[in-house]
C-alpha cells in the first residue's frame, strides 16, 4: 500500500522527522541563549566581588582590620546594597560577604542567595562559584563546611539577634556597645560569651573567566 502523499509531496512519515528536527534544533537554541543568561550572571557576580574587594582596600588603609564585610561599607556610604544577579529582589547577604587581609594576600567572599565565592585572590581572573544551604546547628553532615559563631549575654539576654563567626561576632559587638574588644580572651573577662557550632552544605558549580 502506498504512503499517501500531501500537495508538497512529503508522507506523514517526512513530515514527522522534519517537525521532530525543528523542535530539536528549538531546544538546542533555548539552552544555548538560557546558558548565554547563567553565564552572564556569573560574571556579574564577580565582578560585583571584585568592586566589593577594591572598596574594602580603602577601608582597610585607613583601620588596618584583617577583616571588612560588606555591611561596614555599606553603612560607611563606600558601596550600595549589591544586587543579587541570581534574583532580581534580593541583595547579596551583607555578613556572609567579606574581604580578609593576611599579609600581602588579599581575598573575597561574596554570597548572593545560595551562590558563594569563597576567599577568591582578589587580583585573580577566575573565580570558583560554589552553591551553598542554609547554616544549620551541628556538623554532622559529610563534606559540610563548618564553623564556629558566637554571641554574648548581657542580664541573661543575648546582645546580638544571631550567632556570629568570631571577626564579625566582634565587630557587630563593638559597633552596639560602642567598644573596641580586639579578642574572645579580653571579651571573657568582662562578659558571658555563647557559642556553637553550625555547617552547611557546599558544592561546586564551575569556575567563571572573566
Do not use: H
Not at 56 to 65: I, K, L, P, R
Amino acid at each position: 500500500m502506498k504512503q499517501k502523499l500531501n500537495r508538497m509531496g512529503f508522507g506523514a512519515y517526512e513530515l514527522l522527522s522534519v517537525a521532530l528536527v525543528c523542535l530539536l534544533l528549538s531546544c538546542i537554541l533555548l539552552m544555548t541563549i538560557l546558558g548565554n543568561i547563567d553565564t552572564e550572571k556569573f560574571q556579574v557576580f564577580c565582578y560585583n566581588a571584585r568592586i566589593m574587594a577594591l572598596n574594602a582596600v580603602n577601608v582597610q588603609n585607613s583601620t588596618d582590620q584583617n577583616t571588612v564585610y560588606l555591611y561596614q561599607m555599606i553603612d560607611n556610604g563606600l558601596i550600595s546594597p549589591i544586587k543579587n544577579p541570581f534574583s532580581g529582589d534580593d541583595y547579596c547577604d551583607p555578613y556572609e560577604s567579606k574581604v580578609t587581609f593576611q599579609g600581602e594576600e588579599r581575598t573575597v567572599t561574596l554570597q548572593c542567595g545560595n551562590y558563594l565565592i569563597s576567599q577568591e585572590n582578589i587580583g585573580d581572573s577566575v573565580y570558583n562559584i560554589y552553591k551553598v544551604g542554609e547554616w544549620k546547628e551541628g556538623y554532622n553532615q559529610k563534606n559540610a563546611e563548618t564553623k564556629t559563631v558566637y554571641n554574648v549575654k548581657i542580664e541573661n539576654k543575648y546582645l546580638l539577634s544571631d550567632f556570629y563567626e568570631e571577626d564579625l561576632f566582634l565587630s557587630l559587638l563593638n559597633d552596639s556597645l560602642n567598644s573596641s574588644f580586639a579578642s574572645l580572651e579580653k571579651l571573657e573577662d568582662e562578659y558571658d560569651i555563647s557559642s556553637k557550632e553550625v555547617y552547611r552544605s557546599k558544592e561546586w558549580v564551575k569556575e567563571i573567566d572573566y
